[in-house]
């Protein structure tokens, strides 16, 4: 029988199947960052357990940790505590930890794959449900809280219900100036917050496939968005040659071999999905958010939407509420509306091609006065290519802060957010209300067009940028 | 994991769909290194204003729901990230079941972790119960797991479904890793013969 990607893992990955059960499924590798895992650990220590695998464990710090120079000391003491106690379990259950001063910390999602932890066929989870990043190699990883954390650092197992499968096949080319940020967002648009509940989206077809990894990951990366347990893209040689080379990728012979198994791992001809849909993205225009989930969006040619002309009636109240919270007014248009900050950043767009395709847009010009905007690259890694490339010069000299890698003002819980009313155009992922600080106004967009809006002082279509 | 058989209490009503992880508990609260003592953050934005007194417009804070410890809330609840705070903070308040039309999955995952039930009703018994609330002031409410039941004085009898093994699981109050621990000899016969992903 044909089979999914999806199948394939999951299969090769049971370690025991009862029926009337979840099936136990073995994990292979498990990231660990400061927020949720200090309950984890200290039920373990309860329970007199250990790490059973902590060769499959990783842990960084991202969240919660400053963007300014490394050299100054953190003066949140609350966060401190978290930052500390991740490395005293770290050290005492022997769990490897790119702490804040090793040159490879960065966000989670974003040092995994830069690693080559990260690895076609494998199931990856962590406390954070952007673990669907992952996805984008040929792996299942999804996100969990912080009882199956506890859960994967004992028995390197989880217990699973079987998702059912939802193939979403991309059609045609991306127009210039719409990226993988705008795909994302449009298909979040079309099926809704939860319209992938339930399901493990695999994303194919002409557009997936000439994407490059950092793009393939934008995609996966906002999956969770959509409801999606996990999203996937099949591997193909754009995904050996970005793992070849990679630190923790297999060398040599065993490279070979390990591209001999990733080739069977695409989705069988006639593999049946519980789900289908199909999108053409040849006209698609850069996509802008203007609520308070990912899933309001509009094309930045478009107007923000009149609640009254919404036929549901719970999302017609959420939209208004929407609107009353971001302070906007149905019909104005998205190139009308002023922006008061702008953050490149975040798990979904701070990788060395987001940074280098934004300094292409701010190049020789500057951020319009008022408008305070930041880049925090996503990891040390891409922070000190950026720099080897000169594009903290291009930020540094059209106005922009330059950080220091970490989540930022992603989702605010360290000193970077935004102050209550502030508009800004983010890279970022989540829109809610008061994700980027209490009362502050979140835009979602991809790196281009949160960089023409900070040159511009308001949202323009980056598709007319000089 | 403490169980759940049967639960009567007083139903509270957030009308609101898509209600997200970053309202439920705002990430500053993210950074506490303990399970507990989340009771104060919950829907911490929403219920209170700005200069820390409580917001009178907010649901929760209406007098008739003092107490409450079911929570009737709109689609999708729960979606966003994956913090387990979210359903601490519920569980901390006093909710121990959540009725809804849907729950993203993390979400919904994470409450039976914790000995609390969250329960899907279809859309029209959703609005029903919502009506039942908004006229009847000390609406209350029983949730019998092992029959499947949700009844009411007024007569009501909603059966909902649930998966047989986390109805077990609840019932019982079994802890997973205890579970998992018990099949030790598969998890090892697995390792013997994995797939190695590691550099060579
Ligand atoms: S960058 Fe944002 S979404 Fe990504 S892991 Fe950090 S906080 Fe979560």
Known sequence: ?466 | MKPFIKHEGLVAALDRVNVDTDQIIPKQFLKRIERTGFADCLFFDWRFLADGTPNPEFELNQSRYIGASILLAGANFGCGSSREHAPWALNDYGFRAIIAPSFADIFFNNCFKNGMLPIRLSEVEVRDLFRRVAENEGYRLTVDLSEQMITGDDGVELHFDIDPFRKQCLLEGLDDIGLTLQVEDRISAYESHRRNFGAA
Not at chain 1, 319 to 326: F, G, V
């Open chain 1, 1 to 466: 029988m044909p089979k999914t990607l999806f199948e394939k893992i999951w299969e090769d990955h049971i370690v025991h199947d009862e029926p009337g059960k979840p099936a136990l499924i073995y994990i292979d590798c498990h990231l660990v960052h400061e927020v949720t895992s200090p309950q984890a650990f200290d039920a373990l220590r309860l329970a007199g357990r250990r790490v059973r695998r902590p060769d499959l464990t990783l842990a960084t710090v991202d969240h919660n940790v400053p963007t300014w120079s490394r050299s100054l000391p953190i003066t949140d003491e609350i966060s401190l505590k978290q930052i500390t106690r991740l490395e005293t379990n770290c050290r005492e259950f022997g769990i490897p930890l790119f702490g804040l001063d090793s040159p490879q910390q960065g966000i989670v999602h974003v040092i995994g794959p830069e690693l080559g932890f990260t690895q076609p066929g494998m199931t990856i989870v962590c406390g954070d449900s952007h673990t669907s990043t992952h996805g984008a190699f040929g792996a299942l990883a999804f996100g969990i809280g912080t009882s199956e954390v506890e859960h994967v650092l004992a028995t390197q197992c989880l217990l699973q219900s079987r998702p059912s499968t939802f193939r979403i096949n991309v059609e045609g080319g991306l127009p210039n100036g719409v990226t993988a940020k705008d795909l994302i967002l449009y298909i979040i648009r079309t099926i809704g917050t939860d319209g992938a509940t339930g399901f493990v989206v695999e994303y194919s077809g002409e557009a997936i496939r000439r994407m490059s990894m950092e793009e393939r990951m934008t995609v996966c990366n906002m999956s969770i968005e959509a409801g999606a347990r996990a999203g996937m893209i099949a591997p193909d040689e754009t995904t050996f040659s970005y793992l070849q080379g990679r630190p923790q990728a297999p060398k040599g012979a065993a490279f070979d071999e390990a591209v001999a198994y990733w080739k069977t791992l695409p989705s069988d001809e006639g593999a049946a999905f519980d789900r289908e849909l199909t999108i053409d993205v040849s006209d698609l225009a850069p996509q802008v958010s203007w609520g308070t989930n990912p899933g309001m969006v509009t094309d930045v040619t478009g107007s923000v939407i009149d609640p009254d002309a919404i036929s549901d009636e719970n999302e017609r109240r959420a939209a208004r509420r929407a609107l009353e919270y971001m302070g906007l007014q149905p019909g104005t248009r998205i190139e009308d509306l002023q922006i008061d900050r702008v953050f490149i950043g975040s798990c979904t767009n701070s990788r060395i091609e987001d940074l280098r395709a934004a300094a292409r847009i701010v190049n020789g010009k500057s951020v319009a006065s008022g408008v305070s905007a930041m880049v925090v690259p996503g990891s040390q890694q891409v922070k000190v290519q950026a720099e080897l490339e000169g594009l903290d010069r291009v930020f540094r000299d059209a106005g922009f802060d330059w950080r220091e890698s970490g989540c930022s003002m992603c989702l605010g819980m360290n000193p970077d957010i935004l102050r209550p009313g502030e508009r800004c155009a983010s890279t970022s992922n989540r829109n809610f209300e008061g994700r980027q600080g209490a009362g502050g106004r979140t835009h979602l967009v991809s790196p281009i067009m949160a960089a023409a809006a900070a040159v511009a002082g308001r949202f323009v279509d980056v598709r007319n940028w000089e």
